[in-house]
């Protein structure tokens, strides 16, 4: 008896359609890093759990203290919920920093860094053709 295998799907996620695949940048003198860490949550909590706030914003800025002091063009993009979502972002006093759209980031950054994995920022970012670092703080 022969069997025939239907394959049945969907269009995917919405969060990765429209997504630059490649993208046609030259080789920058001092290339464009964007860090992009997860949100500052209070007395909330997510899975995988992340560090306390305290620790985790020490973290952050530490990173941002580092990649500022290479010779590269650092953006840290935080997350524009959280915490910090009505008021500045102690990020800011240690780099240049966006809020909002992450999706303008993705044609303009040569590398990504992250150091939450359960982020749709992080996998709209391994869909393109830049570089991606993934700090990892035994969260994942």
């Keep these: 008896m022969r069997r025939f295998v239907e394959i049945d ?8 359609t429209g997504l630059p695949r ?12 964007v860090y992009a860490p997860t949100q500052l949550l209070g007395f909330r909590q997510l899975l ?10 020490d973290w952050q800025l ?8 290479l010779p590269v063009e650092l953006v840290c993009q935080v997350h524009p919920e959280g915490y910090f979502r009505s008021r500045p ?19 303009t950054a040569d590398v990504f ?6 982020t749709t920022a992080m996998w709209q970012a391994v869909c393109t ?4 670092v993934y700090l990892d703080m035994g969260s994942g």
């Design 113 to 118: 860094v992250f150091d939450y994995p359960s």
């Design 22 to 33: 490649q993208r046609s940048r030259g080789r920058p003198q001092r290339p464009r890093i």
């Design 89 to 107: 972002h102690p990020m800011e006093s240690v780099a240049p920093t966006l809020r909002g759209n992450f999706r303008a980031q993705l044609e």
């Design 48 to 57: 995988p759990v992340q560090q306390p706030d305290v620790i985790y914003l």
């Design 62 to 69: 530490r990173v941002a203290e580092v990649l500022r002091s």
């Design 9 to 16: 799907g969907l269009d995917g996620d919405p969060a990765f």
């Design 129 to 132: 053709g830049a570089r991606v």
